[in-house]
Structure formats: C-alpha cells, structure tokens
C-alpha cells in the first residue's frame, strides 16, 4: 500500500522535532544554493537535478525535505525575504509602507528572479513574506480603518510596487540578452516603430513626454515618484479635506 501524501504545509512540516539527527542536507542550505543559482542564472537554471549537482548529493536527497519545485520556490522565497528589514515599530504608517516598497525594489533588484515567479509562488505565503504584510497591516491599524480598507491599501501599495519594479527588471534582462549596456541602445532599437508611431500625429502626449522628459533614464525617480503619488491618494481618501 502506497504511503499516505503528509498534506501538512511545507513551513509546518520544517518546523516539526527532527526524528533523527540533522542531516548536512538542510532546508537553510538547499535555499542559499537555489538562490544563488536563480541569482546567476536565471529560475529556468533551478531545478532538483541542478541542486542536487551543486550540493553534491543524490538526485533524491532534497526530497527529504521539499516535496517538489513548489516548495523549493518558497524556501527560495523565505529566504530571500529575509534579507528585507522591516520599519521600527515608531514609523507612521506613509513612511512605513513607503519604506516597505523601496527595500522591495532593491530587494527584487538582487534578485531579479522574483519578476519571473510562476502564479503558485507569486500567491506563496511564507513566514518572512507573510511578516512583511503584518507589518504593512500592524502599521495601518493606527488609523482604525476596518480589515478590508485596511488591507486594500497595503495590497495597492504592493501592486504598484511589483508592477513597476518588473517592468524595470524586464528592461534590464533585455538588455543583458542583447549584450546592451546603456538604455539609449535600447530605444535605438525600437526607433523605427516609435518614429513612425509618434509621426502619425496620434500620440502628441507620448511625443511631447520623448522629447522633453528629463527623467526616461532615472528608474528610481520614476519608481519613488509614482510611489509618492500612489501614497498622495490613499492619504487624500483617508484623511478628505
């Protein structure tokens, strides 16, 4: 008779009394070697036979530990959100969130791989990703919203955050596909159709935006002052004049 699937979640089962002594093969290690591979190579480069390869043991061994690629996506995943420091406990709730996304932004820069995550671990939760949340909703709580608000204004803070961050990151992997090192070679490129396209009259608003912007190679103006923008709002909502 087959034995029977542990439906426990990974965290819950990671927590559990070893039944043995500890293996060298250990959760904390299988994380920092698929991140480093997912960091140089790409999460295309990470699978079971990879990790295996680079810690020197059995194709199998990890399966002591991860049931498969999901879970190492969240041990990936918890393990590099740790590297995230959360706001002190005195910061209001603008500069809470606003700091949450900066370090968000520099963390997805680290790892660009955090742009590219399959749905089931975009929607993972673990511990340290769920502790960025809580201290989102902790630092929210001071303005006495309901739950639902509450959590619409930290998931839009978040949206915006991954939103933007990705887009910078898929700019920065194009470019490093095409041997690029500076963004003008990108827009060289596409100059082309954007000629074309501004010269058709349809688009003056875009036009205006090539030739007088001042701030098309700056990402971290745009990224913070869209951010600010986003914060402008909920507070304009929370707090109407």
């Known amino acids: 008779m087959a034995a029977q ?3 426990a979640s990974l965290w819950e ?3 559990r009394p070893a039944p043995a002594p500890r293996q060298t093969l250990s959760p904390q290690r ?3 070697v698929a991140v480093a591979v997912a960091d140089a190579e790409g999460l295309d480069a990470v699978t079971m036979r990879r990790l295996a390869t680079e ?4 194709p199998m061994a990890a399966y002591r530990h991860l049931s498969g690629k999901d879970d190492l996506l969240e041990l990936m995943l918890d393990h590099v959100y740790r590297e995230l420091e959360l706001p002190g406990e005195s910061a209001g709730w603008r500069e809470t969130l606003r700091e949450i996304a900066v370090r968000t932004r520099e963390l997805m820069h680290r790892h660009p791989w955090l742009a590219q995550l399959p749905p089931s671990a975009v929607l993972a939760l673990t511990p340290s990703r769920t502790a960025v949340a ?3 909703l902790r630092a929210l709580s001071e303005l006495g919203l309901d739950a639902d608000t509450a959590m619409a204004v930290a998931t839009t803070v978040s949206s ?8 910078e990151i898929a700019m920065r992997l194009l470019m490093a596909g095409q041997g690029w090192s500076d963004e003008q070679q990108v827009y060289k490129s596409r100059a082309p159709q954007l000629t074309y396209l501004l010269d058709s009259g349809r688009f003056p608003m875009l036009k205006r935006y090539i030739y007088e912007g001042v701030h098309k190679n700056d990402p971290v103006w745009q990224f913070e002052t869209g951010l600010d923008y986003v914060l ?3 507070a304009s909502r929370l707090f109407p004049q």
Do not use: C, F, N, Q
């Open 5 to 7: 699937k542990d439906e």
């Open 13 to 15: 089962r990671l927590e």
């Open 30 to 32: 299988i994380a920092t």
């Open 55 to 58: 810690l020197s043991v059995a």
């Open 134 to 136: 809580e201290r989102s």
């Open 160 to 167: 915006y955050t991954h939103g933007a961050v990705s887009s």
């Open 232 to 234: 402008d709002g909920i």
